[in-house]
């Protein structure tokens, strides 16, 4: 015999999909979002990778896939930000090892993606001071109320830099891990007395926590290795979008 007639159609509709974060009071605001985006040799292994030379396997000068997911990481939180703030935001971008360039000031997120994908890494050692300090520059062209510094990066700092300091910290130095960690402690807290938010983001184990929870004043992510970045994206947004307690029910 012919089976039953099929059951009735299920009584309610199917749930919506899922937003990419959670809905908060300020989202659609203005933001400003400045990338200080890690470029130190030990981005690529270190050694014979340092500058990018015998181990390049990423076409366009992106050297090794660890700088490549920063980059691509980097690229997603733009365009996360950018849709969710409903194309409300602007970027800008500073590259840094042994010292830090400014790529790009404050522009569109269209513009800022062409400079992550097309900047070549560098290999160095990790002047975190500078980074920030070059990041704050870029925020200070700003006009929103929410400003965001973004600094990714593996390792702690080990240099830094007597023209942005003075003598008082001890600089110019290399390779000296305290001097370059206390100027680095020293512009994050610069930044945030600006009313900038910094939101450290650290990959791997050489990094201390006890560094990113200075510079983002106890907000700021790991994760063990660069292709795991995309596990902490809808994080990242929601803070960069809604920030610390501005989240509400939906």
Known sequence: EPSSEPSSEPSSEPSSEPSFVPTCVNQNEPVDVCFAVDQSGSICGGGPCTNCGSCRDIEGGLCCQNYQDAITFSEAVVSGVNNITDMNGSYGFVRFATSATEITGLTSAMIVTEFLTNTSFSGGQTNTEQAIRFCTNVLDEGTAAK????????????????????????????????????????????????????????????????????????????????????????????????????????
């Open 147 to 250: 400003r965001i510094l973004v600094l990714l990066t593996d390792g702690n700092p080990n240099v830094c830099s007597s023209d942005t300091i003075g003598s008082v910290m001890g600089c110019p130095c290399n390779g000296c891990v305290n001097p370059s960690t206390t100027a680095a402690n020293n512009a994050a807290a610069a930044a945030r007395n600006k009313n900038y938010t910094v939101l450290p983001v650290g990959v791997g184990t050489s990094i201390s926590d006890s560094n990113l929870n200075n510079w983002g004043n106890g907000t700021f992510l790991t994760v063990d290795d660069f292709d795991e970045l995309d596990s902490i994206l809808d994080d990242l947004i929601d803070e960069v979008v809604c920030g610390e307690n501005n989240l509400v029910s939906v």
